[in-house]
């Protein structure tokens, strides 16, 4: 669809291309017939008709549609209106005909639309790279064999075979085999990730290098593909207030400019000591400027453009926002309120330290990851990750037995080896020591007598410390965690990141009065952002002026209730999306003035008769052309 789209746009952008330089041709040999033959004023007026009606019936033709709507008001009734004037002026007595002018203004107003086609093409490509993650089949294992099908009819729970190349279609678990993905175009990350039996997978990464066999876990229509192209094709729907203020605008400001426009023609001539027929054409020539003038076309087309472009660029970084509304509320975030795990840490934890006794480190560890070897609880996934080779180096392990509370006890290599927390250590009376490292300690004893410790913890994010210091950069005014872990474990972390408050041991509902405590609470004019990684989130995430997901690939929740998902789970994209929601809205603004202050210049001058036709397309398309040009720096 969006590659039909795309070609169509094409063929447009030629079509007008074609027309506009046919149009120039027949303009010049107009000029030239006027000059050489001396004709008549009617004669000339079906001279210039060949090319105006050429390049103006587009126009002529949707202003004829508008008024058949009832929706009269609008740049191309202003353009139309204003030329066939022009033409009409030089039958009035004393008057100079504008047939070039008239003319020129239809050339013009076609150049600029094909300015804004060009730019708005270029917008939508920003976007379409995401419609490129769209898969087009899926080859399913079924009845002994594989066979190609569309991703839609594919259900969960069955086996899909990805090949080298091709784009994963669906969400699942790989089953079989080892590859690289290449997540650019979800993530805008371009470093490929490595996947093997029971890592996840989503759909839109395309498959780097071996074949996978995938057990699919959502039907296509809950897939992350399916999400995301969903936020951006509904994108547009969230309009922005300054993008609203200006359509509301243009619906009043164009029927106050023609009534403005009809009495500059009409009233000045009543009051004229040359009578007014004699004054008429002069002040009707001063009403059509003011009416080319005043078409605003700059700022219907450059805002929307400016914030399309500022989704594009913003997409293209791997920065999800739903729509250009959300580009307001960022720009103005005063407060960010972050969740812990899983945005500021990893949420996976791991061993930070190994404190022997009378062992040695890899024996202690060694020890530890064979008792945990069943086990299925992060801790001892942990364990297991920091001496992976526990499993093929020949130790027995027996007796393996879990006490609830306290930790696992086993037979390892024929010592009797504990491993768990305080309790455990004392009931067997092992003297186990204080560790002044925050985190869970995993003690261990061999055979009664204390061994030592270990320290596991969830590791923080190598950019979570970037991210704090870069939004204080930007003038950020407070920045608060809330976690519902251990008081201890938040004031570390809170601390090595530099935020300026926390909030530990809450539960999902706490973290909802917390924020609509800090709601209360902010600066006017400010709004409040809530970072979250979804699953137990998403009450807040609703709650907060603007949520903040960590999209991973794809925590369905979060996807669903935030404004702005972050598809890669770095934190440090939030300064980049505030950076680039400012910057959107400063383009917005000199775009706003800009067309403002040259038209109200501009309108002055017609109305005292120092206006020319000229200068009235450039005050029209001419800053129509520029603004699209300066709304196009949204995108980079």
């Known amino acids: 669809m969006a590659e039909k789209?795309?070609?169509?746009?094409?063929?447009?952008?030629?079509?007008k291309m074609l027309l506009i330089a046919a149009t120039v041709v027949l303009l010049a040999g107009a000029v030239?017939?006027?000059?050489?033959c001396g004709l008549s004023t009617g004669q000339l007026l079906s001279v210039y008709l060949v090319p105006y009606l050429l390049v103006g019936y587009g126009t002529l033709k949707e202003a004829l549609e508008g008024l058949l709507r009832g929706n009269a008001f609008n740049e191309h009734f202003l353009m139309s209106v204003a030329t066939i004037?022009?033409?009409?002026?030089?039958?009035?007595?004393?008057?100079?005909?504008?047939?070039?002018?008239?003319v020129f203004v239809m050339l013009f107003f076609q150049i600029g639309e094909l300015f804004e086609g060009y730019a708005e093409g270029k917008s939508r490509d920003s976007i379409s790279h995401l419609m490129d993650i769209r898969p087009d089949v899926a080859h399913v294992e079924r009845g002994g064999e594989t066979v190609t099908v569309s991703p839609?009819?594919?259900?969960?729970?069955?086996t899909i075979v990805v090949r080298p190349g091709e784009k994963v279609p669906l969400d699942g678990v790989v089953v079989e085999g080892v590859s690289s993905l290449n997540t650019v175009a979800l993530t805008g990350e371009s470093v490929p990730r490595d996947v093997s039996d029971g890592d996840e997978v989503a759909s839109g990464c395309v498959n780097l290098t071996g074949v996978i066999r995938v057990k699919t876990t959502r039907n296509f229509g809950e897939s992350t593909v399916s999400k995301i192209l969903e936020l951006v094709e509904n994108a547009d729907k969230y309009k922005s207030r300054s993008e609203s203020f200006i359509t509301k605008f243009a619906r009043v400001y164009t029927p106050i400019v023609v009534a403005a426009a009809l009495l500059l023609a009409v009233v000045p001539p009543l009051f004229s000591p040359l009578g007014f027929a004699g004054a008429f054409s002069v002040w009707l020539h001063r009403a059509l400027?003011?009416?080319?003038?005043s078409c605003p076309c700059a700022l219907v087309i450059s805002v929307p453009l400016t914030f399309f472009g500022g989704l594009g660029g913003a997409s293209r970084r791997g920065i999800l926002v739903k729509g250009s509304n959300c580009m307001d509320l960022l720009a103005r975030i005063g407060t960010v309120v972050f969740d812990k795990t899983g945005t500021l840490t990893c949420g996976a934890f791991s061993v930070e330290a190994v404190h022997p006794d009378d062992f040695n480190e890899k024996e202690l560890l060694h020890l530890a990851a064979h008792v945990e070897h069943f086990?299925?609880?992060?801790?001892?996934?942990?364990?297991?990750?920091?001496?992976?080779?526990?499993?093929?180096?020949?130790?027995?392990v027996t007796d393996v037995e879990e006490i609830p509370g306290h930790g696992i006890r086993a037979h390892v290599a024929g010592h009797t080896v504990c491993v768990g927390n305080r309790k455990m250590m004392d009931a067997i009376g092992a003297r186990w020591t204080e560790c002044r490292h925050v985190g869970t300690i995993i003690h261990v004893a061999v055979d009664g007598v204390y061994a030592g410790h270990i320290v596991i913890s969830d590791r923080v994010k190598g950019d979570s410390a970037e991210a704090v210091a870069s939004l204080k950069r930007l003038g950020v005014g407070q920045t608060v965690m809330l976690t519902g872990d251990r008081k201890e474990v938040a004031r570390d972390v809170a601390e090595k990141l530099g935020i300026d408050r926390y909030h530990a041991e809450l539960l999902p509902a706490d973290k909802v009065e917390h924020v609509e405590q800090l709601l209360a609470a902010k600066p006017k004019g400010k709004s409040l952002a809530f970072v979250g990684d979804g699953i137990n989130d998403a009450p807040v995430l609703k709650r907060a002026d603007i949520g903040i997901a960590m999209g991973g690939l794809g925590s369905d929740a979060a996807i669903e209730a935030a404004d702005v998902v972050l598809m890669d789970d770095r934190p440090s994209k939030i300064a980049a999306a505030i950076r680039i929601a400012r910057r959107t809205l400063r383009i917005a603004r000199q775009n706003v003035w800009f067309a403002i202050g040259i038209k109200a210049a501009i309108l002055v001058l017609a109305s005292i008769g120092l206006g020319s036709m000229w200068m009235a397309v450039f005050a029209d398309v001419g800053v129509t052309v520029l603004a699209v040009l300066n709304a196009m720096r949204a995108l980079h």
């Open 289 to 293: 400027i003011f009416l080319v003038v």
């Open 5 to 15: 789209h795309h070609h169509h746009g094409h063929r447009g952008m030629k079509g």
């Open 152 to 158: 839609e009819t594919v259900a969960v729970g069955e």
């Open 375 to 396: 086990s299925t609880h992060p801790i001892g996934e942990a364990l297991r990750a920091a001496f992976p080779n526990e499993a093929t180096d020949g130790c027995k």
């Open 85 to 102: 004037g022009a033409l009409c002026i030089g039958f009035l007595p004393g008057a100079d005909t504008e047939f070039p002018e008239a």
């Open 32 to 36: 030239w017939i006027e000059r050489h």
